[in-house]
Each structure stands twice: as structure tokens, then as C-alpha cells.
């Protein structure tokens, strides 16, 4: 799965918020994946049973913040009615963290939560290809990755505690 450019809207405005996605899948999910930042020169990678990487070095996603400390990163569609609904759960959702990102690239958002730079992810309307490589870092790293309930298809990652504390925030 290749995802030449994740983040088009940022590129397209030169906001350095996009990347490469590239994953490698076999019977059992992805087995190798790996997001390259351009704008920044880093390239994190994972290998299903051998951690994940940041420039060669070993990453893991930061320790649980409680979450009233928890710095979240999130993406929203394109169809005014669906940002309508996204923007209910970010009404929801503000109160109870420290911060919520929103920067461009599922990608690369879910590379720096398995770098720690970010606390948890979460968002609707992916596609396997905006995913794929970064949940396989986010896992690699130390993190969960669990898929949210209802249409459209989403995701929540991050340490397994803060996942849990977030659910019922960004599914009600």
C-alpha cells in the first residue's frame, strides 16, 4: 500500500505537514511500514515483531498521561455536513485533554505518537492507505490501535489506558 503523498491539502498550501506512507501487507495485516517527512528529513519505520524506528534509533510512545495532560491529534473530511459532526466530538473532546492538533497527514501524526511527540490520535473517514504504516509504527512503539465503532471507517491510538479514557470522548 503507497500513499505518494499523505496530507495533499498541506502540501498544496506549503504547510510542512505531509508525507510518504508506505506499507507492506501480507495474510496476517502489515508487515513492514514506514512514513518519510520530506520537510524534515525523518524517516520512521517498523517491522511487525522488531519494534519501530526513527532514523535508525528505536522510538516508543510516551508514557500514559492522564488525560486532562493528553496532547491529541486528529484530521477532519472534506463534506461540510460530516466537519458539522467532527467538529461535536472536538466540542466534546477539548475540555478534557491538554490540546488538540490538527496538522494534515494521518501518516505522519500517527509517526510522531510512536515517537512521543503526540499523546493519542484519533480519526474518521480513513483510508487504509492514510493508516496503515503509521498504525504499524504506533504498535511497534509500544502503542494500541484499535478501530472506532459506526460509519465512517476510524481509529484511535495511543497508549492502551488513554485509548480507553478516549473512546467514549470521540465515539459518543
Known amino acids: 500500500m503507497f500513499d505518494p503523498l499523505d496530507g495533499t491539502v498541506s502540501y ?6 505531509w508525507s510518504v506512507s508506505v506499507a507492506l501487507e501480507d495474510a496476517r495485516g502489515t508487515a513492514v511500514g514506514v512514513v518519510y517527512d520530506p520537510n524534515r528529513d525523518e524517516l520512521f519505520a517498523a517491522e511487525r515483531g522488531a519494534g519501530a524506528t526513527l532514523a535508525g534509533s528505536a ?6 498521561a492522564p488525560i486532562e495532560r493528553a496532547l491529541v491529534a486528529t484530521g477532519f473530511g472534506y463534506d461540510a455536513a460530516w466537519r458539522a459532526e467532527q467538529a461535536e466530538v472536538v466540542r466534546r473532546l477539548l475540555p478534557a485533554v491538554r490540546d488538540i492538533r490538527r ?3 494521518a501518516a505522519l501524526d500517527l509517526a510522531w505518537l510512536a515517537a512521543g511527540r503526540l499523546d493519542a490520535y484519533y480519526e474518521r473517514g480513513l483510508n487504509a492507505w492514510d493508516w496503515a504504516a503509521g498504525s504499524l509504527l504506533v504498535l511497534e512503539a509500544g502503542g494500541a490501535v484499535e478501530e472506532l465503532s459506526d460509519e465512517p471507517f476510524g ?11 478516549l473512546r467514549p470522548l470521540v465515539e459518543a
Open 12 to 17: 498544496l498550501y506549503g504547510y510542512p505537514h
Open 103 to 105: 496538522a494534515g497527514s
Open 59 to 64: 522510538i516508543q510512545v510516551r508514557d500514559t
Open 155 to 165: 481509529l484511535i491510538a495511543g497508549p492502551q489506558p488513554l485509548v480507553a479514557a
